[in-house]
């Protein structure tokens, strides 16, 4: 039932590859020699990520792992350039972290309206245009589109929410939160009630408001991935404040001081940051209270730990404007919802250089493109001196620049590989 909900998503996204430029000669009735007029290749189309307000789970991800933006067209005569590849825009819920597959780390955390460009698309190539000079006046060759960026990513949904509602299954946390928003979970007199995170916005005053989020219940051994709490507790890590919220009515013959250490003890586990954070007790169902000394008892301990308690009913509406202004109380001198850094920094990855690479020459300009070339070419950060010396130390290895020299290129003859050029130095 756990899987009606999913907070994690692995994909694999691929930006569009750049067009190819075009040889081409201007050709005109009663011209002798038109020149060269070959357009250059369409840019690729980038892959977008955008925050859908609407989307509260990472659903559709579960049925479609592969996204793919449009490639860029090629040149044409007349100068014309290509089209450019349409972008593709992926949608994802508030909140969601995008992780690096394969070091984990945090490329972008999703929460603000801003998109974020995940994967670019490749730069189209040059037509022949660009390569006429005085003496070489019909250059006969173009360059090549460069690939679009690709990489495997992770999403993982972590709720946006001021407030979280903790406490056992079944104790009234999707009732208090239908209570005090706008919000209506599912609400029935069993455990596992709930199976994903609810939210609602709880507005206290004119201009005073904050986002509760109801968390699945808890249950002991949830830190260490037993019931649903594993899957859940990750969406209080935000939260600026905690809401414990403990059933006292006796009715179902639990102990109430269990049950608050039991859970205090799981979200320690999973994380002692969000162990220390601000919590408020509200002892829940005190309308169908059985013993008083259950109340007594659990409030003695929570206030002996510093934590404010509240009597409250969310069924009988007892207490519960008070504490949602005293939350929002609290809230005013709490730090923002926690957003994380990006972590990722970019690997240069192992590409052999034992492949083909073509080479042509026409008067002192050597273009030179090949797969493992074009990889590379696309790998390198020129405003990176680290990067840079990658590169020319790849060139090197390859025994590109023997074969250049075998082929008799000169100092000052200009090298083109792609995107790229520079002149060449022994």
Not at 41 to 51: K, P, T
Not at 175 to 204: C, D, E, M, Q
Request: one cysteine or more; aromatic letters at 8%.
């Amino acid at each position: 039932m756990a899987n009606q909900f999913v907070d994690t998503a692995r994909i694999t996204v691929k930006a569009g590859s750049g067009g190819n430029g075009v040889v081409s000669f201007h050709r005109e009735k009663y011209v002798a020699a038109g020149g060269p007029d070959g357009g250059d290749g369409g840019r690729g189309g980038d892959i977008i990520l955008q925050v859908d307000s609407h989307m509260s789970t990472l659903m559709d991800f579960r049925y479609k792992r592969k996204y793919t933006a449009s490639n860029g067209a090629d040149g044409q005569g007349a100068r014309k350039t290509g089209r450019d590849g349409a972008s593709l825009t992926i949608k994802v819920p508030l909140g969601t972290l995008v992780r690096d597959a394969e070091t984990n780390e945090i490329i972008k955390d999703m929460s603000g309206q801003e998109p974020f460009v995940l994967a670019r698309g490749g730069k189209g190539g040059w037509g022949n245009q660009h390569f006429a000079t005085p003496t070489r006046q019909v250059p006969r060759f173009a360059k090549s589109g460069l690939p679009g960026e690709s990489r495997d990513v992770v999403l993982e949904l972590k709720l946006l929410a001021d407030v979280g509602l903790v406490g056992f299954p079944n104790v009234g946390k999707s009732t208090l939160l239908s209570v005090v928003s706008k919000a209506r979970p599912k609400i029935a007199n069993y455990h596992f009630t709930t199976l994903f995170p609810n939210l609602g916005v709880v507005y206290v005053d004119e201009g005073v408001s904050f986002v509760l989020a109801d968390i699945p219940g808890i249950i002991e051994g949830a830190s260490g991935g037993a019931g649903l709490g594993h899957d859940f507790l990750r969406h209080v890590d935000r939260c600026r404040l905690l809401i414990h919220v403990v059933d006292v009515s006796g009715s179902e013959g639990r102990d109430p001081v269990a049950d608050f250490e039991a859970i205090n003890a799981e979200l320690e586990q999973y994380s002692h940051t969000l162990a220390s954070r601000k919590m408020l007790v509200a002892a829940n169902k005190v309308d169908i209270l059985e013993d008083r000394a259950l109340l007594e008892r659990l409030k003695d301990h929570v206030e002996a730990k510093g934590c404010p308690f509240y009597e409250i009913s969310a069924a009988a509406h007892i207490g519960v404007q008070d504490l949602m202004r005293h939350v929002a109380g609290e809230l005013a001198s709490l730090p923002p919802v926690l957003v994380y850094e990006p972590e990722y920094v970019p690997r240069l990855p192992e590409i052999d250089t034992s492949g083909a690479v073509e080479i042509r020459e026409e008067d002192g300009y050597w273009l030179v493109e090949g797969p493992w070339l074009q990889r590379l070419v696309s790998n390198v950060n020129f405003g990176d001196y680290e990067s840079r010396n990658w590169f020319d130390r790849m060139l090197r290895q390859s025994g590109l620049f023997d074969r250049l020299e075998e082929m008799g290129i000169k100092d000052g003859d200009t090298v083109s590989m792609y995107d790229l050029e520079f002149e060449y130095q022994k």
